[in-house]
C-alpha cells in the first residue's frame, strides 16, 4: 500500500505537468490517424488538375481555393474506395463533409505532386 501511495504521489504530478508542457506546444495525437496523414501529404504536394477536373469545377462553380481549403482539409478520405497501395501513384477518394457528404474527389497522390482527377456534386 505504502508503494502505490508513492507511486501516485510521483504520477498524479507528472501527468498534469507533461499535459500542461505538451498542451502549450500543441501537440495532439490526431496527425497519426490515416486520414490526417494523407490529408497531410497531399496538402504538402503541389496540385495539378486535369482538364476533366477543371471542366467539373466550372460546371459546379467551385474554385481551386474552395477545393484546397475546405474539400481536401476537412473531407474524409474514403479507404475502402481507395487503392492506398497502388504503384507508383495510390489514388484516393475524399468525401466532403464528413457527415451527409455532398461532394467526391478522386486524386492521385505521387511522389512530386498530387493530380486532381474528379468531382462529383452526390446531392
Do not use: W
Not at 507533461?18 to 490517424?33: E, Q, W
Not at 469545377?57 to 474506395?81: H, P
Not at 464528413?98 to 461532394?103: A, G, I, L, M, T
Amino acid at each position: 500500500m505504502k508503494k502505490i501511495k508513492f507511486f501516485l504521489i510521483g504520477l498524479v504530478p507528472g501527468l498534469v505537468i507533461v499535459f500542461f508542457v505538451l498542451n502549450k506546444k500543441g501537440v495532439s495525437c490526431s496527425g497519426y490517424l490515416p486520414n490526417s496523414r494523407v490529408i497531410a501529404e497531399t496538402l504538402s504536394k503541389n496540385f495539378k488538375y486535369s482538364e476533366n477536373f477543371k471542366t467539373e469545377m466550372a460546371a459546379l462553380q467551385i474554385n481551386e481555393k474552395f477545393v484546397k481549403d475546405s474539400i481536401i482539409t476537412a473531407g474524409k478520405v474514403d479507404f475502402d474506395r481507395s487503392h492506398a497501395q497502388k504503384k507508383p501513384c495510390p489514388d484516393y477518394l475524399i468525401s466532403y463533409p464528413e457527415n451527409n457528404p455532398r461532394y467526391e474527389v478522386t486524386f492521385e497522390k505521387c511522389a512530386e505532386e498530387t493530380q486532381l482527377l474528379s468531382i462529383k456534386k452526390i446531392k
